[in-house]
């Protein structure tokens, strides 16, 4: 129970943190709940502003110089704010027409946004906690240490505002964008993949399969397949005596009522249990990169479309868009692949997980680019190059094969449109691949 609750709340955290939402709203409770207690602190215990030298605020002992100070700059965090929401809405609408719509994940949950925000609040937040605390009558009362703390708050907000113009105009870069989406894509590989790939690795083999009734359980909602709780999955099958394979994968869209896994000794499944394993899906409205390998290349593949279509012609932003997922698929490639059949225990097969694989990777990843660059020699010639590249690591003799194929389909689809000039130069490069799948053959002879 306690590891399922840990995984539940993973997936929500992960859903929370990809807004604008709860990293400010934590940072704003915080510190206005430091306000509020350092200036009830001050009054019971006086010996707290002691330590202020007179000369850092010589006005110590005036009531209204302190709610003057603790208005203006709650006033003014606040105007700051408003500013800051105006750049964020004006960079969000620029990322989505110039680049891609679904990019705009990777600007919400870039942390140093919502610790922009976070800080803003918060100083207006403790601001107006302490605002409470001084009084000018009966009992003239000045929360020193709170005043000084919200003044040294105000020069932070000043930093961070010159960090934040900064880090903003590094952000919608698309250099930086498709880094950013690289990076998220290959943190999901090594959380998916966390091993290795062997010098030798075999084909994972599942195992016999029961001579049983089936049941397909079908969604309960229309939605992508953002999350599946596997261990989760395990577990269950284990307890009820029974095998299940998923009917799709993480990244599929499935409709409500249409099938998402299949039970064998189906006499097993209760309605109670049908829907406790329907628990272990998270769907949703939107891809997200939890687990969605393809997603992220998705992102960066939308963006070198667009950089490739007539209306931009931007061939340069094409090409560090390929570099990118040359990147990623060389992350792949070296990587023992996720355990499609996983037992529980040893030797009795529970559950089959489908995951994509690297030919499904490559395709997702070129096939379009390709297509639609098949007229421009240098993004043609910047994708044999990354072939090259996934090559060189040393990728098993299957996944050279489709490398070799994707460069053949890059010149045949070059034929109609390039000169004899230029294909020669694409077969000259589509050589030095074939002389890798050669040298391999040799090797393993």
């Not at 000018?136 to 000043?158: D, E, N, Y």
């Not at 394979?245 to 064998?264: A, K, N, Q, T």
């Amino acid at each position: 129970m306690h590891k399922r609750l840990s995984l539940l709340v993973r997936s929500a955290l992960y859903a929370l943190r990809g807004g604008f939402l709860v990293r400010p709203l934590v940072i704003a409770l915080l510190l206005g709940a430091a306000g509020a207690i350092l200036s009830f602190a001050e009054e019971y215990a006086p010996a707290l502003n002691a330590w202020i030298p007179e000369v850092l605020f010589p006005s110590h002992q005036d009531p209204q110089v302190a709610q003057t100070i603790l208005a203006g700059i709650a006033s003014s965090t606040m105007t700051v704010v408003s500013i800051i929401f105006a750049i964020l809405l004006m960079t969000l609408t620029l990322a989505s027409t110039q680049f891609s719509p679904r990019i705009l994940v990777s600007f919400v949950r870039d942390r140093s946004t919502q610790w922009t925000l976070g800080i803003f609040l918060g100083t207006y937040c403790f601001c107006m906690a302490a605002l409470p605390a001084v009084r000018s009558q009966p009992h003239p009362f000045v929360p020193v240490a709170t005043v000084m703390t919200a003044m040294i708050l105000a020069l932070l907000c000043v930093s961070w505002l010159i960090f934040f113009i900064h880090h903003i105009s590094q952000s919608i870069s698309v250099n930086q964008i498709v880094d950013r989406i690289a990076r998220e894509t290959e943190l999901v590989i090594d959380d998916l993949m966390p091993h290795p790939r062997g010098p030798a690795e075999q084909p994972e083999h599942g195992g016999p399969f029961r001579k049983a009734r089936e049941r397909l359980i079908v969604s309960r909602r229309s939605g992508y397949i953002r999350f599946v709780d596997v261990p989760f999955l395990v577990e269950r099958a284990k307890n009820y005596g029974v095998q299940i394979v998923l009917e799709r994968r993480v990244g599929h869209f499935v409709p409500s009522g249409v099938p998402i896994m299949r039970v064998l000794e189906s006499g097993r499944v209760t309605p109670d249990r049908e829907a406790e394993l329907l628990s272990a899906f998270d769907i949703g409205p939107a891809r997200t990169m939890q687990q969605d390998v393809e997603f992220g290349i998705i992102q960066i593949v939308d963006v070198a479309l667009r950089a490739i279509s007539p209306a931009i012609n931007d061939p340069s932003t094409a090409i560090s868009c390929i570099d990118q997922l040359s990147r990623v698929l060389i992350k792949w490639a070296g990587r023992s692949p996720p355990r499609t059949y996983l037992h529980g225990p040893p030797h009795v097969l529970r559950v089959v997980m489908p995951w994509i694989d690297f030919d499904g990777l490559l395709d997702t990843a070129f096939e379009q680019i390709r297509h639609y660059a098949k007229a421009d020699i240098a993004v043609s010639l910047r994708l044999l190059r990354a072939f090259d590249d996934i090559a060189s690591t040393g990728v098993p003799p299957q996944e050279l094969q489709s490398l070799f194929r994707c460069g053949r389909r890059v010149i045949e689809g070059c034929e109609e449109t390039l000169p004899e000039a230029d294909l020669s130069r694409l077969r000259e490069r589509l050589k030095r691949l074939e002389g890798r799948s050669f040298a391999h053959d040799l090797r393993e002879a």
